[in-house]
């Protein structure tokens, strides 16, 4: 098995160990590439993202590691940057350019209403923040506060072109069916919008492992389903297991690659000097 992890935290932001320490486990557990991808600064205060302030210092220390480590272990520069609509964030344009990055994931924690401009929908992290955010910023409204979701996604890979879409259904985890059910015509359309709008660009959707080994869902983000439909689509796919522990950069890796293999999935996008490439599905698995 050729693993990677090009979706990683350090102690950068919510990460729990330093980058040194990462690239040390990676080596023991032979991996062959990782990508450092901190969450972004975002505009006001948050407990999980890197503070502005230390964006230079990650910068200097991802680049000591990529020279310590070179021979060893291939060390890449991400960010992990959150879009949020209606200008509350920070272009990724921005972010490639102070972060001199080799590649931009992006993501959407944050769901805002343009009705609402003092209040957002955090949809990670507790099952509480989930609700009181739903209640908040769209009223309790499901529907409307899914389809935002949707359409921020949407939205970010027009505008802001990142190379890789996290975690892209991840509005799911902390619904588990009591808010709606995924098999609802209108999740569906907006589902199938935002897969349209992704199979247009040249993005790639990471299957995410982070829910399943942490115990939040049952499953990859995105599902067995939807990589069945970004294969169809031929969506280029990646696997991330989203590391915020050292032990935790190998979990569900393989089951990651098997899930794409059994959607008929041929091939997974890899990061190299070169920049991404696609590589033989059987060839990561050997």
Known sequence: ????????????????????????????????????????PVPFDTKWAMPFHKLEEYVATSQGCKTKYKGKLEVYRSLEADFIAHNRSIP???????????????????VSNPEKQNTIWFLDGPVENYENGLNACFDGNIKQAVSSYYKQ????????????????????????G?????????????????????????????VNTRGIYR????TFFPNESVIKRCVELEIPLTVSVDAHHPDELTREFKNAVIAIQRAGGTSISIFTSAGWEQKDIDAVMS
Request: with cysteine; aromatic share 12%.
């Open 178 to 206: 009591k808010f709606f059910s995924e098999d609802e015509a209108w999740y569906q359309d907006a589902l199938e919008e935002t897969l349209q709008v992704i199979a247009k660009t040249n993005t790639i959707i990471e």
């Open 1 to 40: 098995m050729q693993y990677f992890s090009f979706h990683t935290h350090s102690d950068f932001c919510d990460g729990k160990t330093s980058m040194e320490t990462v690239c040390e486990e990676a080596i023991k557990k032979g991996v062959s590439s990782i990508g450092f991808s901190s969450h972004a």
């Open 153 to 176: 996604v949407q939205e970010m890979v027009v505008s802001q072109k990142p190379d890789v879409i996290a975690h892209m259904d991840k509005v799911i985890m902390n619904n588990k």
């Open 92 to 110: 990724f344009d921005v972010w490639r350019k102070l972060g001199r990055l080799d590649y931009i994931i992006g993501s959407v924690h944050l």
């Open 215 to 218: 115990g939040k869902y049952h």
